[in-house]
T-cell receptor
Framework: KQEVTQIPAALSVPEGENLVLNCSFTDSAIYNLQWFRQDPGKGLTSLLL?????REQTSGRLNASLDKSSGRSTLYIAASQPGDSATYLCAVRTAYNTDKLIFGTGTRLQVFP | EADIYQTPRYLVIGTGKKITLECSQT?????MYWYQQDPGMELHLIHY???????EKGDLSSESTVSRIRTEHFPLTLESARPSHTSQYLC?????????FGPGTRLTVL
């Protein structure tokens, strides 16, 4: 059974720092991995989608990498801003059931001025 | 970008009431999903649909039911709400293998 873990559970940093959020999964047979952002009491906003054949994806200040063999993905946030404060979730879609996403519990990020 | 709407955004009701949470998307996506999320916890899939007249139960057992009569509409119904149903309910739809989420409905059952 695929399990997804995110470390750290919470992170508080000053504005301007570069950050790395970690996501690990137990079964390397994934179809793709998706990073989301969730603001308090809100839905999820898709940030980046990495296919299993890809090593990384970039969007603005965000860069996500994928190492399938080691069961890990990282989300790199450059020059963090207070507006980046949110919970970041990673989710994997397994190769044998591409219709379902399996979510981690998220990393709650606070960026203070 | 997908547009997914959920109503109501917040709902506080008494035990035993029947409720329907609405979810609509305007992008013509075939696949739609319902997730349940307790505060600080991960999302759990409770229902999904491949298209009209298709509904499947998800990984987390739920007393709710769903229907898919129209492509754009995927309502979730609780026949008799209980305090244990208090949670956030998130609807999603997918284009290809990327899911897009609605804003969620926060349900409180007293």
């Amino acid at each position: 059974k695929q399990e997804v873990t995110q470390i750290p559970a919470a992170l508080s940093v000053p504005e301007g720092e570069n950050l790395v959020l970690n996501c690990s999964f137990t079964d390397s047979a994934i179809y793709n991995l998706q990073w989301f952002r969730q603001d308090p009491g809100k839905g999820l906003t898709s940030l980046l989608l990495i296919q299993s054949s890809q090593r990384e994806q970039t969007s603005g200040r965000l860069n996500a990498s994928l190492d399938k063999s080691s069961g890990r993905s990282t989300l790199y946030i450059a020059a963090s801003q207070p507006g980046d404060s949110a919970t970041y979730l990673c989710a994997v879609r397994t190769a044998y059931n591409t219709d379902k996403l399996i979510f981690g519990t998220g990393t709650r990020l606070q960026v203070f001025p | 970008e997908a547009d997914i709407y959920q109503t109501p955004r917040y709902l506080v009701i008494g035990t035993g009431k029947k409720i329907t949470l609405e979810c609509s998307q305007t992008m013509g996506h075939d696949k739609m999903y319902w997730y349940q999320q307790d505060p600080g916890m991960e999302l759990h899939l409770i229902h999904y649909s491949y298209g009209v007249n298709s509904t499947e139960k998800g990984d987390l057992s739920s007393e709710s039911t769903v229907s898919r009569i129209r492509t754009e509409h995927f309502p979730l119904t609780l026949e008799s709400a209980r305090p244990s149903h208090t949670s956030q309910y998130l609807c999603a739809s997918s284009r290809g293998n990327e899911q897009f989420f609605g804003p969620g409905t926060r349900l409180t059952v007293l």
